[in-house]
């Protein structure tokens, strides 16, 4: 299926018809990309010695024999763009029953298990295979700014079973991604506990806050991603690939769908209003809210930019740029890189919530696709592979 041949087509970041607030428009762009500029500044300073950056614009995707397992893997946007990269999935953690149908839909090659990540057993899912990396993300709602951020959320803790996983399987490298907010609470030391875990693994581990608009996305997305080896080498991580100047935009990679009647086939549903609400929604601003004290549901997206941070919010996902309505799972899963035969299972309220939790399948491929590098060195040098 193809609703459109090429989403995601470079453009200029302000349209022709958008110079009127294109003022506004960069300021809001420059505050988004500044908000966690000095937590990268000093994430970077303090472990520049173990993380190194790779140009993947030009490596090879082709298949590959080297196997990853996704943990807390939600829909599968880590999964998706880790096998756009060469990776060969063997299994997946998951609890949400829709989000499992999600995918065993997509991945149907793969084994899934469902329930309780405490009850995984690593050997009866990978078959004895080698495991070359292990990804995942644990749920970040105790550590969102979005949230209430309590630092003793027992969710803030399903990273042990991340590491119980990992210390049983001993993969070359893993992949942990969260929220930039985890780099924050308690003053830095729930991330830096995270690290001396797995450095207790043997694993060498960095961490980075990588912008998902530098490698593609049509979206200001920031994600916190931790990544570790067991060889004692640098990091690999992806170099930037566009700059704000460069970044796709929202009417770029939605726009042929504004005029798309609903169609729950391919998830272009979106929160049904009553005409009082919608004619509410009709009075909001680009860049504003419907609400005052609820600022971050509602918030009408700006034409001629990225989008803003996409959430499910309980259906108050974001407004369209220019339609009195809030944007689709359709278009939610176009702003995050999903294709658009990526079919997302459950209602459309359960769609939101898959999209709005999932990494952008293009910045998970280029993290891949730099990790993919020194797996290959790796694999050709028996000593250190013995190690």
Not at 20 to 25: Q, R, T
Not at 104 to 110: G, M, R, S, V
Not at 295 to 302: G, H, I, P
Request: proline content about 5%; some cysteine; charged content about 30%.
């Amino acid at each position: 299926m193809s609703l459109k041949k090429d989403c995601f087509t470079q453009i200029s970041l302000f349209t022709e018809d958008s110079k009127e607030p294109e003022k506004l428009d960069k300021i809001d762009l420059t505050h988004r990309r500044s908000r966690y500029n000095k937590v990268k500044i000093d994430v970077d300073k303090n472990m520049t010695s173990n993380w190194v950056e790779v140009d993947t614009k030009n490596i090879s995707n082709e298949q590959s024999n080297f196997n990853f397992v996704d943990l807390f893997a939600g829909c599968g946007g880590l999964s998706l763009g880790i096998k756009q990269a060469g990776f060969n999935k063997l299994a997946d953690v998951e609890i949400l029953p829709f989000a499992v149908e999600t995918l065993k839909y997509n991945f149907p090659e793969t084994k899934h298990f469902s329930g309780d990540i405490a009850e995984f057993d690593v050997k009866e899912y990978t078959d004895g295979k080698k495991v070359h990396l292990v990804v995942g993300g644990p749920p970040c709602q105790g550590f969102s700014v979005a949230g209430k951020r309590n630092p003793d959320d027992e969710r803030n803790f399903l990273f042990e079973q991340y590491h119980r996983v990992v210390e049983e399987l001993k993969p070359w490298f893993f992949i942990l991604e969260n929220v930039p907010g985890i780099l924050t609470l308690k003053d830095g030391h729930f991330y830096q506990e995270i690290i001396k875990g797995f450095n207790d693994l043997g694993y060498e581990v960095s961490v980075r806050i990588l912008e998902s608009a530098d490698y593609g996305a049509p979206q200001l997305r920031t994600r916190a991603i931790f990544i570790g080896n067991r060889f004692g080498l640098k990091n690999p991580y992806p170099k930037t690939i566009f700059n704000p100047e460069q970044y796709k935009s929202i009417d770029d990679a939605i726009s042929d769908l504004e005029d798309m009647p609903r169609n729950s086939e391919i998830n272009h549903d979106w929160t049904k209003h009553s005409p009082e609400f919608e004619e509410r929604i009709s009075k909001v601003p680009p860049g504003g809210s419907l609400y005052e004290t609820f600022r971050d549901a509602f918030k009408r997206q700006r034409k001629g930019q990225p989008s803003m941070t996409i959430k499910e919010n309980h259906g108050g996902t974001h407004i369209h740029y220019t339609l009195n309505r809030c944007i689709s799972t359709r278009e939610m899963a176009r702003l995050q890189t999903f294709p658009d035969d990526f079919i997302f299972k459950g209602t459309y309220k359960e769609g939101f919530k898959q999209v709005g939790n999932a990494v952008p399948p293009i910045l998970a491929k280029h993290i891949a696709l730099a990790i993919m590098e020194s797996i290959k060195q790796i694999s050709q040098s028996k000593e250190i592979v013995d190690k």
